[in-house]
């Protein structure tokens, strides 16, 4: 499905309109799939200034074979009172039955990649979202100087990794199987929690709010 969306360059804010997609079903649609991973299927490149962006819209990934979908909402803090709506809008177009699925409200398109790699690979992201939590505190001694702007859980040939994004550069570090069994004992009551049917906004405020209540 697709729309035309307005974008305003974050560079030189010169206006623009582009068609879009809004959802992928990774069962019926592979190659939509496969240029979203990519970072191609919502790409923007400014015709004025040559910036490259990611286009930040309202999509829905859909994976009926594992069963979650990912729905990404941008400025969700301003749509809380339509959230209910859209949900129920997005989901009911599916035709499925979503009472053993794992559903996700994120609100970056970077965000909307790492849930599907972490579904894809069978991790929990309760359990991830507390492992990066406590590689922050390591990253943070090791390199006390580098101003974190995010960082995310990324398969790199196979393998685990967080992705740090600094202020003057990309560093991938290893994931810890220590920390993430640490997560699954010492935290065995919040990650494994099952609620499925349901979508949960699984991030880092949870993750912080989750070991401060524990």
């Known amino acids: 499905m697709k729309q035309v969306v307005k974008i305003k360059c974050p560079v030189c804010e010169t206006p ?30 400014c015709s ?10 309202e999509f829905l990934y859909h994976d009926p074979i594992k069963k979650f979908m990912v729905f990404l909402v941008p400025n969700l803090k301003n749509k ?13 177009d ?24 972490l579904f894809e690979h069978h991790y929990n992201d309760r359990e991830v979202e507390i492992v990066k939590l406590l590689t922050d505190g390591l990253f943070a001694k090791e390199r006390p100087n580098e101003e974190v702007k995010s960082r995310f859980f990324y398969m790199k040939d196979g393998v685990p990794k967080i992705m740090y994004i ?3 550069e990309q560093l991938l570090v290893d994931f810890s199987d220590n920390l993430l069994k640490f997560a699954k004992d010492k935290y065995k009551k919040i990650v494994n929690t099952t609620e499925t049917g349901q979508f949960h906004l699984i991030n880092a405020e949870w993750a912080a709010h989750a070991l401060s209540s524990s």
């Open 48 to 57: 004025n200034c040559g910036a490259r962006r990611q286009i930040e819209t």
């Open 94 to 117: 599916e035709k499925v039955d979503l009472s053993d699925y794992e559903l996700r409200i994120v609100t970056h398109h970077a965000d909307l990649i790492e849930k599907i790699q």
């Open 166 to 168: 600094t202020a003057n």
């Open 80 to 92: 809380q009172n339509q959230l209910s709506t859209l949900l129920e809008n997005v989901t009911r």
């Open 16 to 45: 623009a309109s582009q068609e879009v997609e809004t959802r992928v079903n990774s069962k019926f649609q592979p190659n939509l799939k496969k240029d979203l991973l990519n970072g191609q299927l919502q790409y923007f490149e």
